[in-house]
């Protein structure tokens, strides 16, 4: 099984920073792309940014968001700055690869929620 646990959530004023932490454990072989995803009251969910093996990223919300990516310690970051409240929403991490085992995984994380507000 391989888990995955989001962090670095929380409140913060219009304008601030945040950065959120993915970290991905367990009987993991390989990782193919490492996500977030964002879903606020009453929206659908979207993809924020993606990290590939190949090391491409991309972003819903580009200019004010960067997503890195540690492969040594199959963690990604999402730093997050000049926040709007339009940004606030539940933050989740989204990991797909390869188990030990060799059977392909999909995993996401609880989610965390990010709140923009003075």
């Known amino acids: 099984q391989v888990q995955v646990v989001e962090s670095g959530g929380g409140l913060v004023q219009p304008g601030g920073s945040l950065r959120l932490s993915c970290a991905a454990s367990?009987?993991?072989?390989?990782?193919?792309?490492m996500a977030w995803y964002r879903q606020a009251p009453g929206k659908q969910r979207e993809l924020v940014a993606i990290?590939?093996?190949?090391?491409s990223s991309n972003y819903s919300v580009k200019g004010r968001f960067t997503i890195s990516r540690d492969n040594a310690e199959n963690t990604v970051y999402l730093q997050m700055n000049s926040l709007q409240p339009e940004d606030t929403a539940v933050y989740s991490c989204?990991?797909?690869?390869?188990?030990?085992?060799?059977?392909?995984?999909?995993?996401w994380g609880q989610g965390t929620q990010v709140t923009v507000s003075s």
């Open positions: 989204n990991v797909g690869g390869t188990a030990q085992s060799g059977t392909a995984f999909n995993s």
């Open positions: 990290s590939t093996q190949s090391g």
């Open positions: 367990g009987s993991i072989f390989s990782i193919y792309f």
